[in-house]
């Protein structure tokens, strides 16, 4: 018999390469989420069983439970991954982040049933870092709103997998790219080659831990096996730092003609400086990402070009 | 010109006792809370200038500021304080606690005004303790979703008064006591004392420390003054541990025939050994309380025999 996931933010970035992921390994995947009917076509194309369009309450749960029959697992990948929403609208991205995931705790605690869940959470719950690369016991020291809130998700995780048994897994993931991100370092990057401005803030010497959304995806799904009242937590990276330079010079040598970054100098406030994750604790667990970071950032921009144009 | 407080959960033990406190200091009190239209004309006699009887939602808080005016400081006092609602409802002991104080902080941020926030919290976020007395800076451990929700409480708090400047005060108050309590341990000890079987779980060695509600509701309105963007974070206790044994015994000595009270020898799941707040934070603020447990005691006693009969 095939088991049944949800997969809440499925329209999302990393919620449609996880929804993949799952469905060619055989589960059968229901969606919930915003974005629209064009989405949930594209979304029946990677493999989807069902799809509702909603956002995740408690009472939209059990409609989905009712209509699409109890599940196994759910993952939960609703909700906002951006800190600088979270710097204008905190309100709104504590309830999208916080307020979602103790609906999915509640519906699992009131159901009979032993359901696995999933919450990815962010490097961001570090902040100020003091050593690298970063333990998942390292002091945590958000220095944004969305870093306070994506602790608070694991607060909860740990209370409910701790007084009722559920069995949880949190992962930390730490900077996920890949071909459909239209935001964030890759594509302000395109979009600024395409326009023959390739200059950026910051300096380009700030470390980043890049993971590949298809190895995130299949790290998301790998953490329903994770999953365990003690709610285990771990780092989604690949243990690897890059500099943002390096990262932009890569994709400036992809373009024709070739682009060099140039850098204002300044540091963004509320990021941090450097992110290396410490993947011990996930390669123990036999987890190792394959997707090799030239190869990924050439696709992105292969992607990219298509998509958008040059 | 006299100053305007908001009291969420006015109408509550602490919240009743704090609207007293700031009128009789000359402040216009404005309350906000469950209660009904009986508890709203005792709160006129002890002083309230305008009730609302609504939930604690940003809608609300925009609505009181409409009718009632813009406030210079809010004090906090709504949301449930038991352990065990926590246990059997969490998700309506997170939105009530947790979600409240989200609404609040986000009407401050909006306002234009520095409005002053302060936001009771409990000895509950200590949870397992190592050392006595118990510094604010003693690692959390909560036992119990109530414990992880103040923690959760007090992170947003932090979140806001850094990223928005809001100046905050949190004030982790021990265990509060006085006439009007209609639950938790004293009342239970008069109500067996009345039914004449004066025996209690646990092993009567557990230590508390005890705060009149008349010095807990001192201490919030002084907190609004102790408020700051660092949001400092308070331990309102005594500083003197108690264990339930004598404060028991005291009880049974003050009734009527005199009773004495035996103990099942069990501890009680979520709630931890021994609590004896460091209160030299307090102090150094110019705080030390003021009635004396013996004198809490008898006022208790007092109280349950005028209200409810022996």
């Known amino acids: 018999m095939t088991k049944r996931v949800f997969v809440t933010g499925a329209a999302g970035f990393i919620g449609s390469n996880t929804v ?18 064009e989405e949930a076509k594209h979304l029946r194309e990677l493999g989807l069983h069902a799809w509702f369009e909603t956002s995740v309450t408690l009472d939209a749960l059990w409609r989905v439970e009712s209509e699409a029959g109890s599940p196994d697992a759910i993952i939960h990948c609703a909700g ?32 009979s049933g032993r359901i696995a869940v999933v919450v990815p959470s962010s490097a961001a719950v570090y902040g100020v870092v003091h050593q690298l690369p970063i333990s998942e016991d390292a002091p945590l020291h958000p220095i944004s709103p969305y870093g ?19 069995p949880v897994c949190v992962v930390r993931l730490f900077s996920v790219y890949g071909a459909g991100l239209r ?38 799904a790998d953490a329903i096996n994770f999953s365990s009242p003690d709610c285990p937590v771990l780092n989604g990276g690949s243990g690897r730092g ?3 330079r390096e990262i932009l010079t890569t994709v400036g040598n992809l373009w024709n003609p070739k682009v060099t970054p140039t850098f ?8 941090p400086a450097h992110y290396i994750a410490d993947v011990s604790r996930l390669n123990a667990r036999g987890y190792v990402p394959s997707v090799i970071l030239d190869q990924g950032l050439a696709e992105y921009v292969e992607w990219f070009r298509a998509e958008v144009g040059a």
């Open 80 to 111: 906002s991954g951006s800190v600088a929403y979270s710097m204008t609208q905190p309100r709104q991205d504590f309830l999208g982040n916080v307020n979602t995931t103790l609906d999915i705790l509640e519906f699992v605690r009131q159901s």
């Open 183 to 220: 935001k964030q370092l890759l594509w302000d990057a395109c979009c600024k080659a395409t326009a023959g401005t390739f200059s950026f803030f910051g300096t380009g010497a700030e470390i980043r831990d890049w993971l590949h959304v298809r190895d995130a995806a299949r790290l998301l």
């Open 264 to 271: 204002s100098g300044e540091a963004r406030s509320g990021d």
């Open 148 to 166: 306070t809130h994506k602790i608070v998700m694991e607060m909860l995780c740990k209370s409910y997998a701790k007084q009722w048994g559920i």
């Open 242 to 244: 890059i500099s943002i």
């Open 20 to 37: 993949r992921t799952l469905a060619e390994s055989g589960w059968t995947v229901v969606g919930i989420g915003l974005g629209g009917q």
